[in-house]
C-alpha cells in the first residue's frame, strides 16, 4: 500500500534545515503509527515537488532515516517503511476506576482559587492581540540567541550546565547582573547579595515566605499584579490594599503598622504610574518609621524609550530596607523564566536556602546561555530594538485612542509596553473582552488587578509588545464598534 503523498507537510514553524524537517516529519509519521510498516512512500520526486524542495534534498533525507532503519530501500521500487523501525507506543484505553477519596476533606490548603485571569495560549492566532507580556518573534534575535545556546552546550561549559550546583548560581550571570544590569538602576551588590531565581513570580514568592508570617502584615498596591496577590494570599498574612494615584502608592495612606510594602514604583503595574523622586524619598521615611521592609518589583524598567527612568527605590535606600525583584521576562522573552532578588547578606541567605529546599537552583544551561547572551553584546541590542519599535507602535496606538476618543486612564512616563484603560462606568470589560476574541481581538480585562468585593469591571488594559503597528489602528478600531454598540449605548447585543 502506498501512502497518499497529501499526507506530508512541512510545519510552517519548523525548525532546522529542510533536510531535518523532512527526517522529522517522516519519523514523526511512523512513531505515531500514521505510517505503518511496509508501506510505500512517495517517490523523492513526487515528494520534493510536493514539498516544494530540490529532489536532493529530499534524496539526502531518506538516505539518512534508511540508515537510522527506519526506512528501506527495494531495488526499483523505491523507499518503504522498514520492517525493523520503531514501534509505535500502545496506549491501552485506561481501566475505569471508582475514587473513594473526599477531595474537599483530604485536601489540606487550596491553591486553584486565586484570581489570576487566563490567558489563551493560541494568543498568536488572533489578527489584534493586544496582550501583555509575550514575545514578538520579530523582533527577538534567534541567531544569537542560538549561537549563545550552542556556546554554552560546548565542552568548556559542560560542567555549567550538567553539574548539580546546590544552591549556587551561574557566577558568570551573577557578575554581569552585579557589574552591569544593577548599575543602571544606581544598584551595588555583592555577588553574595544576589539570588538568581525562576522569574519575578518566583522571587516575590520567596520574599513571601521569608518575610511574611500570619501575624504579619503586607501592604500591596490596589490595583496591583494579580499574581502577587494571590502569593499574599496564599502565605495567609494580613493583607492591606493600599489605593494607588496617578504617582503611585502615596505614603501618607500607609496603615500605622506595615511589615513589608510591595511597591512597583518605576512603573505600577497595572496602572503604569512611575512614582516622582521626592515620594520615593518619603516612602522610604514612612517604611523607616514603622521599621517595615520593602519588596520593590522592578520589572519594565528597560523599556524606557521615552525619558531615561529614575533611580531604583533600592539605590536610595542607605538601610538595607529595600528589597529589589528584577527580571529578563519582559525583556528577553517569558518562557526564560529567569528573574532575581538582590537584597542583605542575611535575606538572600535566607532566601537562598528556601529556594534550595524547593528546586535547587534555576537550570545551568538557561543560566549559561542568558550569561552569554547578555555578556556578548545582544541583549543591549536587543533592548535598543524593542525600544525603538515600542516607541513606534505606543505613538500609533495613542494617535488611534484619540481618533475614537477611547479614556486614557493611565500611560508610562517613560514607556513601558502597554496602556491603562477606562471604559464607561457601565461596561464589564470581561464581557468586552468575550465579544472581542469574536472580531479577533484581544485585550486585558481590569478587574482582576483590583482588591476586595466591590471592584470596578471598567478597565483594561492594551499592551503594544506583541502586535505589529499596521495592525494597531483596525484593532482600535474593532474595540471602538464593540464600545459604541455596548447596550445600553445604542443596538442591544444578544448575551
Known sequence: MAIPVETFFLAPDAEGTLQAQIRQMIAQGILSGRFRKGEKLPSSRRLAAHLGVSRITVTFALTELQASDYL?????????????????????????????????????????????????????RYPFPFIYGQTDPQLFDHANWRQCALRALGARDFHALSADHYDRDDPKLVEFIARHILPRRGILAQPSEILITMGAQNALWLAAQVLLTQRRTAVIENPCYHALRDILTQSRCHLHPVKVDRDGLPPEALPRHADVIFTTPSHQSPTNATMPLDRRRALLAQAAEREALIVEDDYEFEMAFLHPPLPALKSLDTEGRVIYVGSFSKSVFPGLRLG????????????????????????????????????LGHYDSLIRRMARVFAGRREVMETALAAHGLDIAGRGAFGGSSIWMQAPRDVDTSRLDARLRARGVLIEPGAPFFHGPDRPNNFYRLAYSSIPSDRIAEGIGRLAAELDIWPGHGAVLPE
Open 72 to 124: 528501506e530501500s527495494r531495488d526499483r521500487s523505491g523507499y518503504y517503511v522498514s520492517e525493523n523501525a520503531p514501534e509505535p507506543p500502545a496506549f491501552a484505553d485506561p481501566v475505569p476506576r471508582s475514587e473513594t477519596i473526599d477531595w474537599t476533606r483530604a485536601l489540606g490548603r487550596r491553591y486553584s482559587d486565586g484570581d489570576t485571569p487566563e490567558k489563551p495560549l493560541d494568543w498568536a
Open 340 to 375: 532575581y532578588l538582590v537584597g542583605s547578606k542575611a535575606f538572600i541567605r535566607e532566601a537562598r536556602a528556601l529556594r534550595a529546599s524547593v528546586l535547587r537552583h534555576p537550570p545551568g544551561l538557561m543560566q549559561r546561555t542568558a550569561a552569554y547572551f547578555l555578556s
